[in-house]
């Protein structure tokens, strides 16, 4: 039975699986995310909300140029140094206050070592990552994703935006639902979902935009906003030239 044309216009151009193989030729194996040790991970993906990865990279310098980059380390030095230390992160107290509380978690639950995290359940850890303040939904997938090799997607603001403008979700959709909806119709695959996030980070970088570069985008022909944005501006071409 053909589906019916309202249904088969609603259909994504190109799929999950499809996207990901044709942004993995394109840009090649991305090989995140950038640190020595999972806990030097999980610090990045805490300083890193709301600022620039140059920013974050300053900070990490800080740490780790007075040998602050280990649970027992963060909780033992005195909030006002460890503020200072992380300055360039932005929101730097707020963000201290991050760090001790994930340093004291990992030293009581896990004995300071993050590679232990990783033979606990994915649901498990995931709730006690949420219930340590100031640590949401990305930062605690991030931190599961990286540092703990568990197959669950981070759905960013350059996801939500790429698959919205793709046509694979509606543009409004939330974080969780997209995160859903990803995990869903992919295999559980924690290098995966490594080298996607870091593929959409890139690809919203450098061509999906806030301003899109379309007609520059290796995509283009498969997604529904860049067919939409070419149409228009062959129209208005064609018009220009009559």
């Known amino acids: 039975m053909m589906p019916s044309r309202k249904a088969a216009s609603s259909l994504p151009l190109i ?9 993995l ?7 995140w995310w950038p640190a020595d040790t999972p806990f030097e991970m ?16 300053r900070a990490i310098a800080g740490l780790k140029k007075l040998n602050l980059m280990t649970a027992s380390a963060i909780a033992r030095t005195a909030p006002d140094v460890l503020e200072q230390v992380i300055k360039s992160s932005g929101s730097y107290r707020q963000k201290a206050r991050r760090l001790r509380l ?6 009581e639950s896990y004995g300071g070592r993050v ?22 939904p990305e930062t605690a997938d991030s931190i599961l994703l990286y540092a703990c090799d568990k197959p669950v997607f981070v759905a960013d603001a350059y996801s939500r935006r790429i698959f919205g403008r793709l046509g694979v979700a509606p ?18 695959d924690a290098p995966m979902y490594n080298r996607l996030h870091a593929l959409l980070v890139e690809f919203g970088k450098q061509l999906c935009r806030q301003e899109p570069l379309c007609s520059r985008c290796f995509v283009s022909s498969r997604c529904r906003y860049g067919l939409n944005s070419l149409n228009v501006k062959k129209r208005v071409s064609e018009d220009e030239d009559e």
């Open 42 to 57: 999980c610090a990045g993906a805490i300083l890193t909300q709301n600022t620039s990865w140059k920013n974050v990279e």
């Open 102 to 107: 994930f340093a004291q978690f990992v030293l």
């Open 15 to 23: 799929d999950l699986e499809e996207f990901y193989a044709v942004l």
């Open 115 to 136: 590679e232990q995290m990783r033979g606990v359940h994915v649901d498990t850890l995931r709730r006690e990552l949420l219930s340590i303040h100031g640590i949401g």
């Open 171 to 188: 543009g409004d959709t939330g974080y969780g639902a997209l995160k859903s909806m990803v995990e869903g119709r992919l295999r559980a």
């Open 25 to 31: 030729g394109h840009y090649g194996d991305p090989m």
